[in-house]
């Protein structure tokens, strides 16, 4: 699948049904995940201050134990157990990339973390503006997608981006560029990747991320919002490296909006402008 099998903009990036969920003020106004009526702001806030604190504590608890009040592993008694050193999401010290092909990192370890990072850094790909783009969503399908496939992905989705209802309803000009004064932004960010099968020609990987898209400025139509899709990605490995065959995609995990007011046009552009991603890894 691609952004092209189901795209699904309009108002949401990346794929998914296109649909959105509205909540309506009403007597009986309940919690999102079927729970009792939200308490006041005032007790939200309350609570946001303790946990605050509570990760203001923990994170002085883990610098003390990185070394500066207490001993080496060297000064432990003999034979004595150690807590484990890794999580699931910690790094593993091991280098996740070799090099880089058009500026999306290639090169990755046939092993299960190897297909994990693989997986999220095409994501990242497959969702940026360079999609809309001929010259350069050639460039990412065949970085991206597996040889026998690229041919056919391209030519998928040079009907869709060259689909003028489909650019214009996203608020995007034919030629697939913003309209004077606004900022195009498409960017996927994600949260974690976990392994659903794997051998070492063949993975299926899940990555679970935040998407942001819409058009920054002054009398934007479809300002950017935020939406959360979780993609599992077929991988093969094919001359050394992980490549797409295939992906799917489904909305969520979608966490709990917070009481935080929308920035403005201008903020967001200049951030999307200002910080730039990251390679991904395991």
């Known amino acids: 699948m691609s952004l092209g099998d189901d795209h699904g903009y309009g108002g949401e990036p990346g794929g998914g049904s296109g649909q959105t969920r509205t909540r309506l003020p009403g ?3 309940t919690d999102v995940y079927g729970g009792a009526r939200r308490p006041a702001r005032s007790s939200s806030r309350s609570l946001i201050t303790v946990v605050g604190v509570v990760v203001l504590l923990i994170a002085a608890i883990a610098f003390a134990n990185r070394g500066g009040g207490g001993g080496s592993d060297d000064d432990a008694p003999a034979g004595a157990a150690k807590a484990p050193t890794s999580q699931p999401t910690a790094p593993t010290g091991v ?3 070799k090099g880089n092909a058009d500026g999306i990192p290639t090169g990755y370890a ?11 850094n095409y994501a990242v790909a497959l969702g940026s503006d360079g999609m809309f783009n001929k ?14 496939v690229a041919a056919a992905r391209r030519s998928d989705l040079d009907r869709v981006y060259s689909s003028e209802g489909f650019l214009t309803g996203i608020g995007l000009k034919p030629d697939g560029t913003a309209p004077a004064g606004l900022m195009f932004i498409t960017r996927f960010n994600p949260v974690g990747a976990r392994v659903e099968s794997f ?11 935040s998407a942001l898209f819409g058009l920054a400025g002054e009398g934007s139509q479809n300002p950017v919002s935020e939406s959360w899709y979780t993609n599992t990605f077929d991988l093969r490995w094919v001359d ?4 797409v065959a295939d992906f799917t995609q489904k909305d969520g995990p979608v966490p709990v909006g917070r009481d935080q007011a ?21």
């Open 240 to 243: 050394g490296d992980w490549k």
């Open 135 to 148: 010259a350069r969503r050639d460039q990412i399908v065949n970085t991206v997608y597996a040889p026998d």
């Open 27 to 29: 007597n009986g106004d």
């Open 199 to 209: 051998t070492p020609g063949r993975a299926s990987v899940s990555v679970w991320y």
């Open 110 to 120: 046939q092993d299960e973390q190897g297909a994990q990072s693989a997986a999220a």
């Open 95 to 97: 280098r996740p990339v």
């Open 262 to 282: 929308a920035s403005g046009a201008e903020e967001m552009a200049d951030a999307v402008q200002q910080f730039g991603g990251f390679t991904y890894a395991r």
